[in-house]
């Protein structure tokens, strides 16, 4: 007679076991999925019988997300359009100017009594940094030009150095840019931007024609690539002339120059602006306790400034969306409540055949959850189709952030869940036998 080996059965067991164990864990997941498939076509049915009802209960969520989605559009555009069309003073660049960025009228009153920037400070500034790459100096006032019997309103005529081209990334469509050579010799010539072209010359080339503004007349050398507007405000109605030029025709002593300084690279940025303020306040002979009579900031000042701006914006935004959230988590809660009465008996049918209150508590919550996000979905297309007729009415930049697209959605299903936990609890704990006696 044969026996069995030991090793066989010591060796069998275990392999029985984990496979057993495999199968019910495989078991146990697939029942758990049916039961969420068989509560999320209740939740989908109950809501679909009521839709109207369904609808009007959504609405504080629609609001809250269509709201909060629009503005999150509105600031991330704005935010991208202002960083790459008005905080972009060129690489590496940063401003001396007298005033600086000031936010309150008193800071205004105190601002006035500031010496001007001189041509005399600009030309040690350039003789003297180590840390700056180049230098450029710029004035400039409004004025109508005119060329024959053409006029044009509201020109900026601005005196910049040689070198305010490479600084501001002035693109040439034509001619040549202002040279050291016609700033030395204050040369009656004119670098125009698109708009003046438009206006003066549309079929002809204007290099060699020259324009009048005021008394004083420029002949044309260049011509800039357009660069645009900003807010609906065209950047390209301008003509350059020579600083010195400027500083001969122009002048009034009520004006005073503003530097754009280009470090040598970012990492030495702030270096260079405390070396260009050491200087300034050695030449102006402020003590060591008084604060600058000058102001030097660069993109990230004016992007710093903007973000407090739409900071207070968004804040608003969010206390509105709240409170829309909240009415209409109130509003969920008290039709879910109506829903628990209206389907007693069928809670109590379910409770009789089996269905436990976790069950009970899921098919409930699922149908709240389900209801708000639905109305998330709903205002998150509401705010696109906001946004983009906001784009095609204004010159406001618009963009969604995907991050606004995930807040809304999390946050409309949250409010189902959060203020359907009520009706759900009060469900579940329903008798099932009182609950099958219910009309």
């Known amino acids: ?71 999150m559009s509105v600031i991330a555009g704005l935010n991208f359009y202002v960083a790459d069309r008005i905080a972009n003073l060129g690489a590496n660049t940063y401003l001396v100017h007298r005033f600086g960025i000031i936010t309150s009228e008193d800071a205004w009153i105190k601002a006035q009594k500031r010496p001007l920037i001189t041509m005399d400070e600009f030309s040690r500034l350039r003789e003297n940094m180590k840390t700056a790459l180049r230098i450029a100096g710029e004035e400039d006032q409004n004025v109508d030009v005119r060329y024959e019997n053409i006029l044009l309103e509201n020109s900026s005529v601005v005196g910049v150095t040689a070198n305010y081209a490479e600084i501001e990334n002035l693109n040439l469509a034509q001619g040549r840019f202002l040279t050291e050579a016609d700033d030395m010799h204050h040369a009656p010539v004119t670098f125009i931007g698109s708009d003046v072209v438009k206006k003066f010359f549309p079929t002809v080339d204007p290099i060699g024609k020259t324009i009048r503004a005021g008394t004083h007349t420029y002949e044309i050398i260049g011509v800039a690539q357009e660069i645009g507007s900003v807010f609906g405000q065209s950047q390209d109605n301008f003509f350059l002339i020579p600083l010195s030029t400027y500083e001969k025709e122009w002048k009034t002593q009520r004006e005073g120059l503003t530097l754009f300084v280009q470090a040598r690279n970012a990492e030495i940025m702030e270096m260079s602006q405390d070396e260009a303020r050491m200087y300034l306040r050695a030449w102006r002979h402020l003590p ?122 999390v946050l409309s299903t949250s409010v189902g869940l959060f203020f359907g936990i009520y009706p759900a609890t009060r469900a579940a704990k329903l008798d099932p036998i009182e609950a099958l006696r219910a009309d």
């Open 288 to 409: 060591a306790s008084a604060d600058d009579n000058f102001a030097i900031f660069g993109s990230a000042s004016i992007m710093s400034l903007w973000q407090q701006i739409t900071g207070n914006l968004f804040f608003m935004a969010t206390a509105l969306t709240s409170v829309f959230l909240v009415v209409g988590g109130i509003v969920i809660m008290n039709i879910m409540l109506a829903s628990v009465t209206e389907r007693t008996r069928e809670i109590g049918l379910r409770r009789s055949l089996g269905a436990r209150r976790s069950h009970i508590v899921l098919q409930f919550m699922t149908e709240s959850a389900l209801l708000s996000l639905i109305g998330g979905v709903i205002g998150l297309l509401l705010a696109y189709g906001v946004v983009a007729l906001a784009k095609a009415l204004t010159p406001i930049p618009m963009t969604t952030p995907l991050s606004a697209v995930i807040i809304a959605l």
């Open 1 to 71: 007679m044969g026996l069995v080996p030991l090793e066989g059965i010591t060796a069998g067991a275990p392999l029985a076991g984990a496979a057993g164990e495999s199968v019910s864990r495989i078991e146990r997941y697939r029942r758990g999925w049916r039961t969420f498939a068989e509560t999320l076509k209740l939740a989908v049915d109950a809501i679909r019988a009521h839709k109207l009802r369904s609808f009007l209960t959504l609405l504080g969520v629609i609001l809250a997300v269509t709201t909060l989605v629009s503005v």
